[in-house]
């Protein structure tokens, strides 16, 4: 590149200094500037501890298992019943914790689903 070339080139690009001998130009040094929030911001309080929360477990006796987000998604009229029933007073995620599980069975009749509802 000729001179002329470079001070054609600085001309168009100010941001542009001389570092070394061979008259190439760098940019300067520039410091990294992150703009990602920290990971914490707008902690929310929890409504109650977890460790008051009710455990409830659905285990599902069957002989062709369904997709686990299948089964946890059929649970969900029985969960709204045991809390209409006063079994548990709500049903989020601050007042229960929940748990699915599907076991094999090899005939229809052992088809069955098992509720344990564990209280703190």
């Known amino acids: ?23 190439r130009r760098q940019l300067p040094d520039t410091q990294l500037e992150l703009n990602t929030p920290a990971a914490l911001v707008g902690m ?44 548990i007073p709500e049903d989020t ?3 229960i914790t929940l748990e699915t599980e599907q076991i094999k069975v090899s005939k229809y009749k052992e088809e069955k689903t098992r509720i344990v509802i564990s209280y703190p």
Request: aromatic share 4%; charged share 35%; glycine share 6%.
């Open 93 to 95: 995620a601050s007042a």
């Open 44 to 87: 929310e309080e929890r409504e109650r501890p977890s460790t008051d929360r009710i455990a409830v477990r659905f285990v599902g006796y069957r002989v062709k298992t369904l997709d686990p987000d299948n089964f946890a998604g059929s649970v969900k009229d029985l969960l709204d019943g045991l809390r209409h029933a006063g079994l």
């Open 1 to 23: 590149m000729t001179q002329e070339e470079l001070d054609a080139l600085l001309k168009r690009n100010p941001q542009v200094s001389a570092v070394d001998d061979n008259h």
